[in-house]
């Protein structure tokens, strides 16, 4: 109890102190129903998986903008038309049922813009939006709707929500404000562009989210600051990253930890292309990956992105400590890649407390250029700040480098060509972590 109780302190100062203030909704969910309930049967809508739910979804909500509870209870719905909900105080959007995509439009399925105090959760854990993005898919389309978008949004949550094989984007922070997102699982197909969370935001914290895809598992772009991110259960993704970054980026204040990648192109990816402006202050911690090709990629000269205007971004003050566990040929993909700018070179970058293996092969590299601080092929700054480049090989396995893995680690991806079932919210994201906040769905 006491030992409970302290961990706790410990937990919201250390949450605290990495945020600049308070996350979350203002008002709770019973008194916003208390104030007002609109149920979307009530405007329409039906669990027949036949009638639109795009119009009574706008009714209620607009019934219910200035205080209430928007709810749509257990059953199936259909989606043809997409809904803007723009503008509302101290409400909730509480999802209980599936709803499915019907309409083909581009956009966003949901999206939810202007609006302070508001909650959008699934009271069983069990709602879900399911995209159908296979429909897409299968003629190699990925331009089709995102599933869910937040615009200019402020003290707000989304939680025990599933969203499934959206035919683009899942989840998008755009320009937010003191936002907590936790217990979800987003999985999508096995194909690039179909990003799981992407975050641009201030003071949000991000924690207990599963993520299968084969692109970004939970990535924040620019500009960003205050951004807490724990608890993350990347199974069989493209990876968390910070990017692509290009010209004015403007990032600060981030905190990665508890970060179990399995099966991804990469642990972390930092990215850019030329570009201009900051990425400073962060930290990558405690970090477990297995299967993964790239492990720390961090790379300013990405291929993938053409080149931006400026010299490169600056990166100053990141710190990568405590990761362990495997990659699937080290040789190839060494674990650690830290590629600067020769422009701007990297100062104050530490790795430490970091052992990592190769899966195949027994040998594994580390390449740094223009990058200074502390650890492996890093260069101390005490005698300026030139342009380098070097690579150094391992040829035998660091001591300490094994790391549990996930009993439920995915054993195959679902492709793009058939429909993705529904999963349950895991009740674990990190090996022998718990949810910090119980699944709405527990009780
Ligand atoms: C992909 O889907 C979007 C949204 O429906 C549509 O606008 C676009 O034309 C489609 N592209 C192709 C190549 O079919
Ligand atoms: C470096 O970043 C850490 C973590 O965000 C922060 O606590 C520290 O104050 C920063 N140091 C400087 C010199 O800004
Ligand atoms: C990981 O993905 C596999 C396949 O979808 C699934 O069976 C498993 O439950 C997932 N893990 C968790 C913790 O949800």
Same mark, same amino acid.
């Given at each position: 109890?006491?030992?409970?109780?302290?961990?706790?302190?410990?937990?919201?100062?250390?949450?605290?102190?990495?945020?600049?203030?308070?996350?979350?909704?203002?008002?709770?969910?019973?008194?916003?129903?208390?104030?007002?309930?609109?149920?979307?049967?009530?405007?329409?809508?039906?669990?027949?998986?036949? %009638?639109?739910?795009?119009?009574?979804?706008?009714?209620?909500?607009?019934?219910?903008?200035?205080?209430?509870?928007?709810?749509?209870?257990?059953?199936?719905?259909?989606? #043809?038309?997409?809904?803007?909900?723009?503008? &509302? %105080? =101290?409400?909730?959007?509480? !999802?209980?049922?599936?709803?499915?995509?019907?309409?083909?439009?581009?956009?966003?399925?949901?999206?939810?813009?202007?609006?302070?105090?508001?909650?959008?959760?699934?009271?069983?854990?069990?709602?879900?939006?399911?995209?159908? *993005?296979?429909?897409?898919?299968?003629?190699?389309?990925?331009?089709?709707? +995102?599933?869910? +978008?937040?615009?200019?949004?402020?003290?707000?949550?989304?939680?025990?929500?599933?969203?499934?094989?959206?035919?683009?984007?899942?989840? @998008? /922070?755009?320009?937010?404000? #003191?936002?907590?997102?936790?217990? /979800?699982?987003?999985?999508?197909?096995?194909?690039?562009?179909?990003?799981?969370?992407?975050?641009?935001?201030?003071?949000?914290?991000?924690?207990?989210?599963?993520?299968?895809?084969?692109?970004?598992?939970? %990535?924040?772009?620019?500009?960003?600051?205050?951004?807490?991110?724990?608890?993350?259960?990347? #199974?069989?993704? *493209?990876?968390?990253?910070?990017?692509?970054?290009?010209?004015?980026?403007?990032?600060?204040?981030? !905190?990665?930890?508890?970060?179990?990648?399995?099966?991804?192109?990469?642990? /972390? /990816?930092?990215?850019?292309?030329?570009?201009?402006?900051?990425?400073?202050?962060?930290?990558?911690?405690?970090?477990?990956?297995?299967? #993964?090709?790239?492990?720390?990629?961090?790379?300013?000269?990405? $291929?993938?992105?053409?080149?931006?205007?400026?010299?490169?971004?600056?990166?100053?003050?990141?710190?990568?400590?405590?990761?362990?566990?495997?990659?699937?040929?080290?040789?190839? +993909?060494?674990?650690?890649?830290?590629?600067?700018?020769?422009?701007?070179?990297?100062?104050?970058?530490?790795?430490?407390?970091?052992?990592?293996?190769?899966? $195949?092969?027994?040998?594994?590299?580390?390449?740094?250029?223009?990058?200074? &601080?502390?650890?492996?092929?890093?260069?101390?700054?005490?005698?300026?700040?030139?342009?380098?480049?070097?690579? @150094? %090989?391992?040829?035998? =396995?660091?001591?300490?480098?094994?790391?549990?893995?996930?009993?439920?680690?995915?054993?195959?991806?679902?492709?793009?060509?058939?429909?993705?079932?529904?999963?349950?919210?895991?009740?674990?994201?990190?090996?022998?972590?718990?949810?910090?906040?119980?699944?709405?769905?527990? @009780?």
């Amino acid at each position: 109890m006491h030992y409970i109780l302290a961990f706790s302190l410990l937990l919201l100062q250390q949450t605290v102190a990495q945020l600049s203030g308070s996350v979350g909704p203002l008002t709770s969910v019973s008194s916003k129903k208390a104030t007002k309930t609109c149920n979307v049967l009530d405007y329409g809508a039906k669990a027949d998986k036949e %009638t639109d739910l795009g119009p009574p979804l706008t009714d209620a909500f607009t019934a219910c903008a200035s205080g209430g509870l928007v709810y749509v209870p257990s059953g199936d719905y259909l989606l #043809n038309t997409w809904v803007t909900l723009s503008g &509302g %105080t =101290a409400w909730a959007l509480q !999802i209980d049922g599936i709803i499915y995509r019907g309409g083909t439009n581009g956009g966003n399925m949901i999206y939810i813009e202007h609006a302070s105090d508001f909650e959008l959760f699934s009271s069983t854990s069990s709602g879900a939006l399911q995209g159908l *993005g296979y429909e897409f898919h299968v003629d190699g389309n990925i331009s089709g709707p +995102r599933i869910l +978008r937040l615009y200019k949004v402020t003290d707000f949550s989304v939680h025990d929500l599933i969203l499934v094989d959206s035919p683009s984007f899942h989840f @998008s /922070m755009d320009t937010c404000e #003191n936002g907590e997102v936790y217990n /979800m699982a987003i999985r999508g197909a096995n194909e690039g562009g179909l990003d799981g969370i992407d975050v641009w935001s201030d003071n949000i914290w991000i924690h207990d989210i599963e993520v299968t895809n084969k692109d970004e598992c939970v %990535t924040v772009k620019s500009p960003a600051h205050n951004i807490l991110i724990e608890d993350i259960y990347c #199974n069989w993704s *493209g990876g968390c990253a910070i990017g692509s970054l290009g010209a004015d980026t403007d990032i600060s204040d981030i !905190i990665y930890r508890y970060i179990y990648t399995w099966s991804s192109n990469q642990m /972390m /990816m930092i990215k850019s292309n030329g570009g201009s402006g900051t990425l400073e202050n962060a930290v990558f911690q405690d970090f477990i990956g297995h299967g #993964n090709a790239y492990s720390l990629d961090f790379d300013s000269y990405w $291929s993938s992105e053409s080149t931006q205007t400026g010299d490169g971004v600056t990166y100053k003050n990141i710190t990568f400590t405590n990761w362990h566990g495997t990659e699937a040929n080290g040789a190839k +993909r060494g674990p650690i890649r830290v590629i600067c700018p020769d422009e701007v070179p990297c100062t104050d970058i530490t790795i430490s407390d970091w052992a990592m293996w190769t899966e $195949s092969g027994d040998s594994q590299t580390y390449t740094c250029r223009s990058a200074y &601080g502390s650890g492996f092929c890093l260069r101390d700054d005490s005698g300026g700040t030139s342009s380098y480049t070097t690579t @150094s %090989t391992a040829t035998a =396995a660091p001591s300490g480098y094994s790391a549990a893995t996930m009993a439920a680690d995915l054993a195959d991806s679902f492709g793009t060509t058939a429909s993705i079932p529904i999963p349950a919210i895991p009740t674990s994201f990190f090996p022998g972590h718990t949810p910090i906040s119980k699944l709405a769905g527990s @009780s």
